[in-house]
């Protein structure tokens, strides 16, 4: 990440220079325009150098991008990065579109456009990324035919929910020996010290009981809210398209693809690296959100097992926070999506217009928008790693 925030700030600097030069000779040319028209040149003509076809002064000047090695080079390796960035994104929107939408009702929703964007990621509309292991795809959307991913991960969760059940079940029977156990235990007990010890054994085993019973409802609960702050945020986000908000990633890539085309040497090869960087953040977001997809149905199949483990280490008499540190990771990730969905409206709502025309200002709030889940763990004091590790020495 170190690596990235440096290549993000010297983009910073090269896309103000660039701009703020270039916005300079622009605003010089209209200012001067009404007593010499031709005596400075426009900011066409000056992307127009890299094609060979600039006029100055009213003469026509030719220069050949391929008579110069420069241009030539950059021209080809920015062809190369574009290419390259193209392809990838172009996959991965085939196979996102191509298991079915969710939210349609967008003015830039992904099945109206058919690229795959963040905006579209975070605010839910690809039924692939439903994490909800109890929710299959025609459930989402009833009309839908699944193709084989979604075939696939409805198949998963549909074992899945089998594996939980027989780990209930499995739960429940170690668990209600143990409580008829702890129930002859407090009756024979004949110390106060005996009494309260085994009565606190059998609330836990009891407590066990009920998690496993009622576990789901739980976790079906956290869902419900995570899903009722991104349908407001959806409508938000439509209310403001109504306002005359624009997408960043579709209008950016649209414009940048756009003049990839138009211009060449130096200039393309700026635009084609800036292309490549916004691939990049796309890539970035679609592997969090596979993990994110995968993790939540793990833990949801997993979570008998946590229950009973967490029990059995308490009888025992050892500190464990193993449900706690659960739970917490659950609700980090399932909230991920509407806390993300939340700073995407701060950061490109409210600053649209300059990101689009600034697009290097763009990446850098898309990066943010990366590095915000730290702010989430933060708010929560819990780090998922670290975690992790507690879980497993528990």
């Not at 690596?3 to 001067?32: C, D, G, H, M, P």
């Amino acid at each position: 990440m170190k690596k990235i925030t440096i290549v993000v700030t010297i983009l910073i600097i090269v896309n103000f220079i660039y701009s703020s030069f270039f916005s300079t000779i622009y605003a010089t040319n209209e200012t001067s325009n009404t007593t010499s028209e031709n005596q400075h040149m426009t900011m066409d003509q000056y992307k127009s150098l890299d094609e060979g076809k600039a006029e100055i002064n009213g003469s026509e000047v030719k220069i050949s991008v391929g008579d110069s090695d420069t241009g030539s080079a950059t021209s080809i390796f920015g062809t190369i990065l574009a290419s390259f960035a193209g392809i990838f994104a172009k996959t991965i929107s085939n196979v996102t579109n191509s298991s079915g939408y969710y939210r349609t009702d967008s003015n830039f929703s992904a099945s109206k456009t058919g690229l795959f964007t963040i905006n579209s990621l975070i605010f839910g509309e690809y039924m692939i990324f439903n994490s909800k292991a109890y929710q299959r795809s025609t459930d989402l959307n009833p009309s839908a035919t699944p193709n084989d991913v979604l075939s696939t991960i409805d198949s998963l969760k549909e074992m899945g929910a089998g594996v939980a059940q027989f780990v209930i079940k499995f739960g429940i029977g170690i668990s209600l020996p143990l409580i008829l156990f702890s129930i002859i235990r407090v009756f024979m007990a004949k110390k106060a010290a005996d009494l309260a010890a085994w009565k606190k054994v059998l609330t836990r085993w009891v407590l066990c009981i009920v998690l496993l019973l009622f576990f789901q409802y739980i976790f079906i609960t956290i869902d419900l809210t995570s899903e009722t702050c991104v349908n407001t945020l959806w409508k938000f986000r439509k209310d403001m398209e109504t306002g005359g908000y624009q997408s960043f990633e579709y209008t950016v890539e649209s414009d940048i693809l756009d003049s990839i085309e138009k211009t060449g040497g130096v200039t393309s090869l700026a635009y084609s690296f800036e292309f490549l960087v916004i691939v990049i953040m796309q890539a970035l977001f679609l592997i969090k959100y596979v993990i994110r997809s995968f993790a939540i149905l793990v833990m949801f199949i997993i979570a008998p097992i946590v229950i009973v483990i967490h029990s059995v280490n308490l009888m025992l008499g050892k500190e464990s926070n193993l449900l706690g540190e659960f739970l917490k990771m659950y609700i980090i990730l399932d909230f991920m999506q509407p806390f993300h969905a939340l700073m995407y409206i701060i950061f490109f709502f409210a600053l649209s217009e300059i990101a689009i025309n600034i697009p290097i200002l763009g990446i850098l709030l898309i990066y943010a928008l990366y590095r915000a889940g730290s702010i989430a763990k933060a708010m929560f004091g819990f780090e998922i790693g670290s975690s992790i590790t507690q879980m497993v020495k528990s």
